[in-house]
């Protein structure tokens, strides 16, 4: 998820912060988003094909700082896409970004497009240091922010959403999390990272001590990835919001503008309320509907992955979309055995393959490995359908075709790739599959 401008606002306005010194902790850190920072902040090769080495190194050192100040790190990290496909939209937009960016950098300009093994490289340094880890079946966003608040510990992450779940133990933006100046506490020799914590609570008191339940209102009016209302625009465009003082005002006003809008209400439903009466008649039923179940995603519970952490409890929350995947391959996904695409074959038939630097006058350099691909898309589409799993989130069974999103010179193209079966997956199971020799 996240909300586009927030994070940059709220970087912008040091007040919404309270200095620490963290140390003897648990963190539930966003494995997504720190391999990107790690690997997009400090000066390694992007144009090459990924300098791994220094990366992993990179990626060990950082884990060592936290181990230094008595901080014990859980990492998650995003699974397949969300098995209702709400985001799918999204996942377009920011793959042909992609193909725009690595072209740019292929020609000598600044960008960034994370190299394509380096998820794994992050995952192999886990491993190596025994930090625990879970990949989860779709996005980790609402697992981080459950288990976070359920252990009483902090977050760390680049996700804005992060601004909007009420967390007990705070939230720390990766780029204010200075673990490269580790210091020692004089009063009791103990080491600790000097840290920005985002505080909710001065969040909302600068916006006339806003109800913390409406900022998942402005989450959504704003257009988060999964809430992306277009008749929203419908509204900015009629509300005169009240501004105030507000820095950088014309790349902030919206988020400021309603921020302060919506601090004049006592609730959600009387704010939604209001946002309807600058919408058609006709509409105001159906978006009402979308912003309360949008609103939904911020809602939390206890997580399931306490006892994955503490008792190796196989992953329990599956949805009901993949309930009918065999065990070996629910345990195989949480533990990061299998990749992430996986679970997007299985329940759409669809995979993203994503843009690398390379030379936008050839084919993409995925071609490559079709071949490979096709042969375990037959594995899994076949043996699945052996196997009775359901056939994709929609309920349509598209045959033994994958649809692949790729680059096509410079635009996003889409191929319905065929999948290849051998003599010896033909009759082969998905269940059977972990326990062929």
């Not at 995003?78 to 992609?98: I, N, P, S, V």
């Not at 375990?376 to 692949?404: C, F, I, P, T, W």
Request: glycine residues 6%; neutral net charge; contains cysteine.
């Amino acid at each position: 998820m996240g909300i586009l401008g927030l994070t940059s606002y709220v970087g912008n306005n040091s007040h919404f912060f309270i200095d620490t010194k963290l140390k003897n902790t648990n963190i539930i850190i966003d494995g997504n988003s720190l391999y990107h920072h790690l690997y997009f902040n400090y000066g390694i090769d992007k144009r090459h094909g990924g300098d791994y080495d220094v990366f992993a190194d990179l990626a060990r050192s950082f884990f060592k700082q936290l181990f230094l100040c008595h901080i014990n790190p859980y990492v998650l990290l995003d699974g397949g896409c969300d098995y209702t496909d709400k985001k799918f939209e999204t996942l377009k937009m920011r793959a042909k970004d992609r193909i725009r960016v690595a072209h740019s950098i292929a020609g000598g300009s600044n960008g960034s497009v994370l190299p394509l093994l380096s998820r794994e490289v992050f995952k192999t340094v886990l491993l190596q240091l025994e930090i625990p880890f879970v990949q989860c079946l779709a996005e980790a966003d609402w697992e981080i922010a459950s288990l976070a608040n359920q252990w009483n510990c902090p977050v760390l992450s680049m996700d804005s959403d992060f601004c909007i779940f009420d967390l007990k133990g705070g939230y720390y933006p990766l780029n204010d999390f200075n673990w490269k100046s580790t210091s020692k506490d004089k009063d009791n020799n103990e080491f600790y990272i000097p840290a920005l914590c985002f505080s909710i609570d001065k969040f909302c008191a600068h916006f006339n001590h806003m109800n913390k339940a409406l900022l998942p209102l402005f989450a959504v009016i704003s257009g988060n990835d999964y809430g992306n209302i277009p008749a929203m625009e419908d509204f900015f465009s009629q509300v005169i919001f009240p501004l105030g003082n507000v820095r950088n005002a014309k790349r902030n006003n919206r988020i400021h503008g309603l921020l302060n809008w919506l601090s004049r209400f006592e609730e959600p439903g009387e704010a939604i309320e209001k946002v309807l009466e600058y919408l058609v008649d006709s509409r105001k039923d159906g978006i009402r509907k979308c912003l309360c179940a949008a609103m939904e995603e911020y809602k939390l519970s206890d997580s399931h992955l306490a006892e994955f952490f503490t008792k190796g409890t196989p992953l329990s929350k599956v949805p009901v979309a993949m309930d009918m995947l065999p065990d070996w391959v629910v345990v195989a996904l949480g533990k990061g055995k299998l990749a992430p695409y996986i679970i997007d074959i299985l329940l759409f038939q669809r995979v993203f393959l994503i843009a690398q630097v390379d030379d936008s006058q050839l084919p993409s350099s995925h071609m490559c490995s079709l071949p490979i691909r096709q042969v375990m898309y037959g594995l899994l589409l076949n043996s699945r359908n052996l196997s009775k799993v359901g056939n994709g989130a929609q309920g349509k069974s598209k045959g033994l075709l994958v649809e692949e999103y790729c680059r096509h010179d410079l635009t996003l193209g889409k191929s319905q790739v065929k999948a290849v079966l051998t003599r010896s997956s033909e009759s082969l199971s998905l269940e059977a599959i972990a326990e062929v020799q």
